[in-house]
């Protein structure tokens, strides 16, 4: 009875073991073990795939399991998220843009997007301005620049009551003082035409201040109406991933293959306030896929191969 109970103890220690993957009575087969008992196991291994980290999520290296019990063969480990590879521009691998500017597109009269982008801020710029009735009050403020290199500044005086000139005749002149991050102080002015909401920076200084903008730092603005002193604005903008934008959409902007011209046109710039007009008499560069339905808009490049967009018909034509 004794040596009885004895076998029936082994077995029921035995038995547990009798599983897939279990035991541990050292028969193997291709590195896998297999049962104590005599049912056998051998796994049947499945590859877990890698999952390749992002920006943000972390990744796992390629493991193994069977594909019959489950059992993890291979632990998969966790790879770190790579990271962004700027803070503040585009990032090379995602694509994903940083920083204080973002990329926008004009409507049109149904509220649909058009091609037309213009770089702004991602949220106002909170400043202080101060005329004959306050000082150093809260100014909101926004800087744009559009792909026709207008740079214009929008000004919210209180955080909400925007500047504007409700003028039908008169434009309102601002001498404006530009700090560079070198310190360097440029003397520059801007213009709010009649019935505008915007200071408009002038032609012969737009260059200077995308000039500005496109570098490093923090760029600072004085703004002052040139008739009334005491009205004044002072706003701070970080040049932030200005320059990535600007120049990645003025790449996409470059005009294509140029076609020749030749004949006597009349044409009017539609970039100069008032108007301006004359007569081309030489061979003249056009962008490629312009029709001649007299009057067109037409892009001429100058001598130095800047685009200019003109109204353009021929002399002694309907539209002269």
């Not at 291979?74 to 204080?100: I, M």
């Not at 049109?108 to 009050?137: G, H, K």
């Not at 959409?249 to 005009?255: I, K, S």
Request: with cysteine.
């Amino acid at each position: 009875m004794k040596k009885l109970t004895t076998i029936l103890l082994a077995m029921a220690m035995t038995l547990p073991l009798v599983a897939c993957g279990g035991g541990n009575a050292g028969n193997t087969n291709g590195g896998n073990t297999n049962s104590g008992s005599t049912d056998k196991h051998t796994h049947v291994e499945e590859v877990m795939p890698a999952v390749e980290p992002t920006c943000t999520k972390t990744g796992l290296t390629e493991g193994k399991r069977c594909s019959e019990c489950g059992e993890v063969l291979v632990a998969q480990e966790t790879v770190p998220a790579l990271g962004r590879t700027t803070e503040s521009g585009t990032c090379e691998r995602c694509g994903q843009s940083f920083g204080d500017w973002r990329i926008d597109y004009s409507v049109d009269d149904f509220n649909q997007p058009t091609d037309e982008w213009y770089i702004t801020e991602d949220e106002y710029l909170v400043s202080t301005f101060s005329n004959s009735a306050t000082t150093n009050s809260k100014l909101y403020a926004n800087v744009m620049a559009d792909l026709d290199d207008n740079v214009m500044i929008f000004l919210y005086e209180y955080g909400s009551r925007q500047v504007k000139n409700s003028s039908e005749r008169y434009w309102d002149e601002y001498n404006i003082t530009m700090r560079t991050p070198d310190g360097a102080d440029h003397k520059i002015t801007g213009t709010m035409y009649c019935g505008d909401d915007r200071v408009n920076i002038d032609d012969a200084y737009i260059d200077e201040v995308l000039t500005a903008l496109k570098g490093e730092g923090n760029v600072m603005f004085r703004i002052e109406n040139a008739d009334r002193t005491v009205e004044s604005y002072m706003i701070e903008v970080a040049t932030s991933n200005f320059a990535e934008l600007y120049n990645a959409e003025e790449r996409m902007q470059q005009p294509p293959l140029e076609k020749k011209l030749s004949g006597c046109y009349n044409w009017v710039c539609t970039k100069h306030f008032p108007a301006i007009s004359g007569t081309f008499r030489h061979r003249l560069s056009i962008r490629e896929g312009c029709t001649m339905k007299e009057p067109s808009l037409w892009t001429l490049f100058s001598d130095t191969g800047d685009p200019m967009a003109y109204l353009l018909y021929r002399a002694g034509s309907a539209g002269r």
